[in-house]
């Protein structure tokens, strides 16, 4: 099915064509179209051209207002104030873009695909092998999932890259050990939990720790364990590969807890890339971009000094013969546009990463691995505040385990639905409470902007007032029972009912489901669907309060407004899914 065109963008036709007829220089000219207190629509554009054209800005609003074809859509026009165009379409016009909607036979409510899409490699949700996930992991993984899922809904090509800390010396000193202690991690994948994984991994690695830090000799061979890795020795090899796997085991269950799908081919760390950085760092140098420096592999940048004046190099290869991020991260950039063919490269890495991407981005373009065509942007998100603002800790000082805090938001939760549910069976209280939970923490996060810090609160989160989650869960839910209750009534549009001021605010701010999605896509800030699915749910409350659905006053007007419920619902269902939130159909 084609696109359905949205009623904003017929306005935006009529008004263009309007306006070129009564003033043809302004052929391109854009109306400024606006969502209106006053009007349905109000456009702004006019005062501007009439100032360009040196034109009486109220008389050439009036000559628009003469050009407008009016009927089908657009059902009055007025001149307003200085020059202003205050626009009203017709309810039938509304219901039948609405029903247009509904009857998409993909289920996408008229969402249009790219006609030329795109490759888009996004790096997100990017543990530590050996290492627990804390809260600094959350915000990757939550924000990257959402904008994966919006590229893709859209059209978009998107490659997932789970860019893991599974390389670097720390990884000597836990390998000696375990081949010391081979019975430590004796077991099978499948064979232990997640969070059975990730205690043994805990205690070896404090074991380890302690030895290495008390042991000379112990501390000897695991520094000649690092070269041993380095150089690919295969028993090596095999040792370090047992804790990538038992770390997957821990990360599939976070994962999964997060209600998010991780696949194993997705998960390229920092070991993928390792037969590219000699290479790398052979064409930086060849070409120029890089040179030595006190025997290490530098970029140098003119606008990137230290405060002491200095510049800030970025060290592609150190000088002992080492690789540090830069080297991989810039293979990794190779690799995503000469083999993948990515168009675009995302990277939804924390804000306190900046200046390394920019020093990253800046050494690719000059190699000529990134230009016009091809793009690299980070989405940098901001900080996890506790309630006092301050970066979210334990109240000994510790960084939260990530497992704690998702676990604390199900518990609160549940707690929530059992007080609401009223035919739950214990075992649908806790599978509700597990999709209000996760769908809590994620809102709180996708509905602010990515840059900005968030405070962490749970009351908060999972409280049915406010733009929560769980408000939104409600509506759906709400929504979901009034159609039970219709029994054999189908929903049924009716365009050539009159319609309510809630029923057409509620109908004009489905029609703009499209474009938000596409804005959100485009811009990779799923923040502006949240806020689109707040005044959603928060018109269908007014409309609700205001319209007697199963008890209107005609059978048509029943089968109408069971029809508005039934595609707010629908919009309300998918929009939460691109979020990456589920909509329980009880609550």
């Keep these: 099915m084609a ?83 205050n626009i009203t379409v017709s309810d039938r016009a509304i219901t039948g873009n609405l029903a247009a909607r509904a009857a998409d036979p993909e289920g996408r409510l008229g969402v249009p695909r790219a006609e030329h899409p795109g490759t888009t490699v996004i790096d997100y949700a990017q543990p530590n092998v050996a290492k627990e996930m804390h809260v600094g992991h959350l915000r990757s993984a939550v924000i990257g999932d959402s904008v994966a899922q919006l590229l893709e809904f859209t059209g978009e090509n998107v490659v997932r890259r789970h860019h893991i800390g599974d390389w670097g010396t720390q990884f000597g000193m836990l390998i000696q050990y375990l081949d010391e202690h081979p019975h430590e991690l004796d077991h099978k994948a499948g064979e232990v939990s997640g969070e059975e994984a990730m ?72 070991s993928g890339y390792n037969d590219m950085l000699a290479e790398t760092c052979r064409m930086l140098e060849e070409s120029g971009v890089a040179v030595r420096s006190e025997g290490a592999l530098c970029v140098f940048f003119d606008d990137i000094k230290g405060p002491d004046g200095n510049p800030v190099p970025l060290i592609v290869q150190k000088s002992d013969g ?23 490269l995302l990277y939804v890495v924390d804000a306190r990463q900046s200046l390394h991407f920019k020093m990253v981005f800046e050494t690719a373009r000059r190699a000529g691995w990134l230009n016009d065509d091809v793009t690299a942007y980070q989405l940098a998100f901001g900080t996890v505040l506790g309630k006092d603002g301050k970066p979210f800790k334990t109240r000994e000082g510790e960084t939260v385990r990530l497992v704690d805090l998702l676990d604390e938001a ?65 509506a759906y839910a709400r929504i979901r029972s009034i159609l039970r209750k219709a029994g054999g009534t189908a929903p049924a549009a009716h365009p050539e009912l009159a319609l309510t001021e809630a029923e057409r605010a509620l109908g004009l701010h489905v029609d703009a489901f499209a474009e938000t999605v596409r804005e959100a896509a485009a811009e990779y800030a799923p923040h502006k669907l949240a806020a689109y699915l707040y005044q959603l749910a928060s018109l269908y409350t007014s409309f609700y309060d205001k319209c007697p659905v199963l008890k209107a006053e005609t059978p048509q007007q029943v089968e109408n407004r069971l029809f508005l419920c039934d595609i ?18 009880r609550l």
Excluded at 10 to 39: K, M
Excluded at 460 to 471: I, K, W
Excluded at 568 to 585: C, K, S, V
């Design 568 to 585: 707010t619902a629908r919009t309300l269902h998918q929009g939460m899914a691109l979020l990456g939130i589920r909509t329980p159909e």
């Design 410 to 474: 199900i518990e609160r939760a549940s707690a929530v639905v059992r007080e609401k549910a009223q035919d739950l069976s214990e075992e649908e209280i806790a599978e509700r409470g597990a999709q209000v939970g996760i769908g809590a923490v994620k809102y709180a996060d996708l509905s602010t902007s990515a840059n900005r810090d968030y405070k962490f609160d749970l009351d908060q989160m999972v409280s049915l007032n406010g733009d929560t989650s769980v408000y939104l869960q409600y």
């Design 3 to 85: 696109s359905v065109t949205s009623l904003t963008s017929a306005v935006h036709q009529r008004l263009a064509n309007a306006l070129s007829a009564a003033l043809p220089e302004a052929a391109d000219a854009d109306p400024l179209l606006r969502r209106s207190d006053r009007a349905d629509y109000q456009a702004n554009g006019i005062l501007a051209l009439a100032k360009k054209a040196k034109a009486n800005p109220r008389e050439l609003a009036a000559q628009v207002v003469e050009r407008v074809t009016r009927g089908d859509v657009i059902e009055g026009i007025e001149v307003s104030g200085p020059g202003f165009l």
């Design 322 to 344: 080492g690789y540090g991020y830069a080297a991989t991260d810039l293979s990794a950039i190779r690799d995503r546009v000469f083999n993948l063919k990515a168009d675009t």
């Design 199 to 270: 205690s043994n991994l805990d205690r070896l690695y404090k074991a380890a720790r302690k030895l290495f830090d008390s042991d000379e000799e112990f501390k000897t061979r695991a520094r000649r364990r690092v070269v041993d890795l380095q150089a690919g020795d295969p028993h090596t090899l095999a040792m370090w590969q047992k804790f990538v796997d038992e770390s997957k085991i821990y990360f599939f269950s976070v994962f999964e807890k997060l209600d998010m799908e991780i696949r194993d081919a997705d998960i390229v760390g920092e």
